[in-house]
């Protein structure tokens, strides 16, 4: 990484990286920046590669958040290179995942929302035991969205083991999609009563999609940020 001949002041990093003076030393306290040199009265010195430094950081916390983006620009300068590099497979690993539930809770959604269940039967009911073989999760989970009246199957008493009726079933189904899609328990209870009545599946498409369009955002950044990154790991090796 070539270095301009004048030394920088934290203005001009501050300037040239598009954060305040007092983000710049807030990132160097917090070791996104490489050590900075200090002049004969204590001021500080900085350069190019600081400036680098910065504007990785902020791809990275755009892909991955500040909190993990801090820990992957402490282990630049501290770790192995070996150590970065998993950091940044494992961020890719983690959004290819999101994108892969994202796209089986789209179709799932999909193909949810156009069943009837009017001519169910009564023989259709599940156990808690056969539901969560057949959802792949398990039976805890189905009793913790019982509690949080999510999914509630009939039974006269505490005593009585649960048994899924069709619909308690399709509830069931509609949860667990909409989890791996990252909906929240009380963003959940507010929205099923509309999904039984099928009033809301735009809705869901909609913040399904807004999801995707989050995914790929964090995606290009995490690859902007690598791009950025390449010629640090130069500069460190140095």
């Given amino acids: 990484m070539e270095g301009r001949k004048s030394p920088l002041g934290t203005a001009d990093v501050a300037r040239e990286s598009r954060y305040s003076v007092q983000q710049i030393r807030n990132l160097e306290r917090d070791g996104v920046l490489p050590d900075v040199r200090r002049g ?21 916390a755009a892909g991955v958040g500040p909190v993990e983006a801090k820990v992957v620009m402490r282990t630049l300068y501290t770790l192995p290179k070996k150590d970065l ?15 892969q539930d994202l796209a ?32 792949g999760i398990r039976p805890s989970t189905l009793r913790h969205w019982d509690a949080e009246g999510l999914v509630v199957p009939r039974r006269t008493s505490t005593a009585e083991a ?19 899609a990252g ?20 809705d869901v498409g909609e ?13 290009y950044a995490l690859l902007r940020a690598a791009a950025a990154l390449a010629p640090l790991l130069d500069y460190v090796d140095t």
């Fill in 104 to 135: 089986r809770a789209q179709q799932a959604v999909a193909a949810i929302a156009a069943e009837t269940i009017d001519d169910s039967r009564s023989s259709d009911a599940m156990s808690i035991s056969e539901l969560a073989d057949a959802l």
């Fill in 85 to 99: 590099l998993e950091l940044l497979d494992a961020a890719h690993a983690r959004l290819h995942a999101e994108r």
């Fill in 40 to 60: 004969p009265t204590g001021y500080r010195i900085y350069s190019d590669v600081h400036v680098h430094a910065a504007r990785a950081y902020r791809e990275l």
């Fill in 207 to 219: 913040a399904l999609a807004a999801r995707d369009v989050s995914i790929t955002n964090r995606s």
């Fill in 183 to 202: 909906y929240g328990i009380e963003s959940l209870r507010a929205l099923l009563p509309d999904l039984r009545s099928t009033r809301r599946w735009t």
């Fill in 162 to 180: 649960r048994m899924y009726a069709p619909s308690d079933v399709r509830d069931a189904r509609i949860v667990h999609q909409l989890r791996l």
